[in-house]
């Protein structure tokens, strides 16, 4: 760090300056950021044991910098080339910036987009003009791209991961099979500068939003393909694969400007370079992560292996049959097929089946720690005796952290609060976890000197915290009070009450459909209880039509005893400007559905609806593999969905018209065939859709490629041949369809009857 600071000092000509080490990533340089002390002139100082590959970077930004490239200046270099200066690009990089899109169940968003389209828009330049007027011989280790650096990255593939695993292989064939690769990738035109390990972490964003290149150092002469792909395809991004193609078009766009290329013969190079940057990518995460030890390559081995997963599904990704051969194995292996779709991550594979739990005690320290019961060996205990401790004083003594002048004084005097920031982060990033391995339960206690003050107000708050923004059952214990809450998993639903209800009219000329009264009470209203007594207590309502007044309605009920009681939450998701039908209905509500698991499930009741369905027994079906299931029923009507014999979705058709959907062709012939009045035939069977359905929010996630206004029925289909979508039949299902007037009376004398 001396050497670093001495280099700023004689560069600026201060005699002191602000130093602080900042992380750096997968090499061995060390990095600083520095300052004057009144915080200007600010810098990053790089330190590295290489004094080639300095030379290289150095080099290379002085070259890119001259063409007015987005990387960083160079500002001074030690005499023996081992230390630098450099601009400093702040503390965002792209990453970072798209870290809410990666995690979200519902995928990028639009100014997530529009980043990645100013990056990769600027990738031609840098690959194009970069490497026009280059000296290549100052790149390091060699200058370009050829066949024998081809044949190193395959074979250091085989050697730090391939053979970590239990795959039996033919060293000879592999080997035949890398040559043939290496030879085939070789040909590929390289005349231009391949940055190499282009990536979201290697992109930092100005306070503008700019892209700023970092980290090129192993640039070489190489093909225009394997920067784009080692972006688009970096494992922990997660983009789908209409936004990969999109980024691609828009990639070949920029680059037109700069070269003129085949842009078909282009696209159909990609599959294998994708396969070649994947067992590269793959070769690196086994050695760091398997040899070195580092946990965050060894987390991103399993999205490396997904993503072979599906370039394997690709004809034209790798023409070699016994690497193929191989690879297929390789992916199949247990180990890298734990959790999948088949077992939801908060199904523990460990000690037991079923979802995480959390207990959260408080105690005092006088009497020990409590003991753990569970045999998990415990969790966090957090220690609350450094913050302010109103039981100091005589009004709060006799008083508890439970009650609000305790709170007040706590919230008042902030220490807590401050304490409590750093807890939420851990405790978050550790309930992630135990969630993604399938574990069952967790553990955290706070304690101070009493047990009744301190501990009690963190331990009631990190439980409110938790359960609200996970949705998973907490069982809290204050156990110097002999105090026991249980707040049970929270369960997401949406009800569908955009609609114009143009059936209804006149009366909905004047109100929503939601609020015409039946046995005197609003639709919505016997929804909403139907829904609470099976558990949901976290409730979306999409709006359009009078949406004000479905506002009112929903700040009246907010008040009732019943409300409170239940510990309802009720929001709503505003369609005002478009109704948006019901599959855009629910990619737009996704901010308000989703919590941070993305394999929660949430449950969908249309607003016109009533029907004597055992929704908790319905809910608890839907807990299955599948993911979507739909309440349907053997009932006369035009529209029907069509299943097999497994209740599996397969298709929709209108009797009526004869017009069928499906990605089954033999669905076609088969209903050809059928009789007129018969719903069963050859293995399917017809069966009407209720309004009421449950989706799990990764299958929500594949909206993202569709218009913002579409039908949840044409989804379904659209996906039914790739996922698991299943129907649910209740025996003896009774079912209203309050959408005429004279469905009115007939729903009124539904709520007064009892019901089975």
């Known amino acids: 760090m001396e050497r670093i600071v001495q280099l700023y000092n004689t560069l600026t000509g201060k005699s002191s300056c602000k130093c602080e080490k900042i992380p750096g990533g997968g090499s061995n340089r060390c990095y600083y950021r520095l300052s004057a002390e009144d915080g200007t002139f600010k810098m990053i100082g790089a330190i590295g044991t290489s004094l080639e590959e300095n030379n290289a970077f150095i080099a290379l930004s002085k070259h890119f910098s001259s063409l007015s490239l987005p990387v960083p200046k160079i500002y001074a270099v030690s005499d023996d080339g081992l230390a630098y200066l450099q601009s400093d690009l702040g503390n965002r990089c792209l990453y970072d910036a798209l870290k809410g899109g990666r995690e979200s169940s519902a995928g990028y968003q639009a100014k997530d987009i529009s980043l990645l389209e100013k990056t990769i828009r600027l990738l031609p330049r840098i690959q194009v003009l970069g490497g026009e007027s280059l000296d290549f011989s100052v790149c390091y280790p060699q200058e370009s791209m050829d066949e024998q650096n081809v044949l190193f990255d395959l074979n250091y593939f085989k050697y730090c991961f391939l053979k970590t695993t239990d795959v039996d292989f033919n060293e000879m064939k592999l080997e035949q099979c890398f040559r043939s690769m290496a030879k085939d990738l070789s040909n590929e035109s ?11 972490r290697n992109v930092m964003l100005t306070e503008e939003g700019d892209p700023q290149f970092i980290d090129y150092q192993g640039g070489r002469r190489g093909p225009l393909q394997y920067d784009l792909v080692s972006f688009l395809w970096q494992a922990s991004s997660h983009f789908n694969a209409n936004l990969r193609e999109h980024l691609i078009n828009v990639y070949l766009e920029a680059l037109q400007e700069y070269v003129a290329i085949d842009v078909a013969r282009f696209k159909a190079s990609i599959a294998q370079w994708v396969l070649f940057r994947t067992l590269q990518v793959l070769g690196a995460y086994g050695f760091r992560g ?8 060894l987390d991103s081995i399993p999205l490396a292996i997904e993503n072979l997963r599906d370039i394997l599904k690709s004809e034209n990704a790798c023409p070699y049959p016994y690497l193929y051969k191989v690879l297929q194995e390789m992916v199949e292996l247990p180990e890298f097929n734990v959790n999948k779709t088949v077992t939801k991550p908060s ?7 079923g979802e995480l739990k959390l207990r959260i005690f408080s105690f005092s320290y006088k009497k020990g720690i409590p003991a753990d019961n569970s045999g998990n060996g415990g969790g966090y205990v957090f220690d609350c005796r450094s913050t302010h401790n109103p039981g100091r004083y005589e009004p709060y003594k006799k008083l508890t952290g439970l009650d609000t002048p305790v709170i007040e004084f706590l919230e008042n005097d902030g ?18 976890r135990y969630m993604q391995r399938g574990f069952t339960s967790l553990m955290f206690c706070f304690g101070c000197t009493g047990g009744q003050h301190r501990s009690v107000y963190s331990a009631q708050h990190l439980a409110l915290h938790l359960n609200q923004k996970y949705g998973i059952e907490v069982d809290i214990t204050h156990r110097e009070q002999g105090i026991n809450i249980v707040l049970p998993a929270r369960r997401k639903a949406m009800i569908f009450a955009a609609g114009m209800g143009t059936r209804l009219k006149p009366i909905t000329d004047r109100m929503p459909k939601a609020l015409v009264e039946i046995a005197g009470k609003p639709l919505i209203e016997h ?17 359009h039509h009078f949406a004000d007044m479905i506002e009112e309605w929903g700040e009246k009920i907010a008040n009732s005893e019943f409300f409170k009681k239940n510990d309802i939450r009720i929001s709503f998701s505003d369609e005002r400007t478009e109704l948006l039908e019901t599959g855009g209905g629910i990619l737009h509500a996704l901010p308000l559905l989703s919590y941070s698991n993305p394999e929660s499930k949430i449950l969908i009741h ?8 055992d929704l908790e027994q319905f809910w608890n079906c839907s807990k299955s593999s599948a993911s979507a299931v739909l309440l349907v029923s053997k009932r006369k009507t035009a529209r029907y969905l069509i299943f097999n014999d497994d209740m599996r979705l397969v298709g929709w058709t209108n009797i009526q018209t004869g017009e069928i959907k499906t990605p089954y062709k033999e669905i076609y012939d088969v209903l050809a065939g059928r009789e007129p009045n018969s719903l069963d035939v050859a293995g399917y069977h017809l069966r009407a859709f209720a309004g009421i359905h449950s989706i799990s929010l990764n299958l929500v ?7 913002s206004k579409f039908g949840i029925v044409d989804f379904y289909i659209s996906l039914c041949k790739d996922v698991e979508i299943k129907g649910y039949v209740q025996d003896r299902l009774r079912l209203v369809d309050v959408g005429k007037l004279t469905s009115l009376s007939e729903a009124e004398d539904f709520l007064m009857c009892p019901q089975e």
């Open 190 to 200: 390289s005349n231009y500068f391949m940055y190499r390990d282009f990536q979201a």
């Open 606 to 613: 249309n607003v016109d609806i009533l029907s004597n369905v």
């Open 701 to 707: 996630s594949k909206m993202q490629s569709w218009p």
């Open 527 to 543: 929804v909403l209880r139907k829904l609470v007594l099976a558990g949901f207590n976290d409730i979306v309502v999409n709006i």
């Open 290 to 297: 398997r040899f070195e030890r580092k946990m965050y390559f």
């Open 347 to 353: 199904v523990s594979q460990y000690d037991g089946q």
């Open 415 to 432: 220490e807590i609060l401050t304490f409590l920031e750093s807890v939420y982060k851990l405790a978050d990033a550790h309930v992630e």
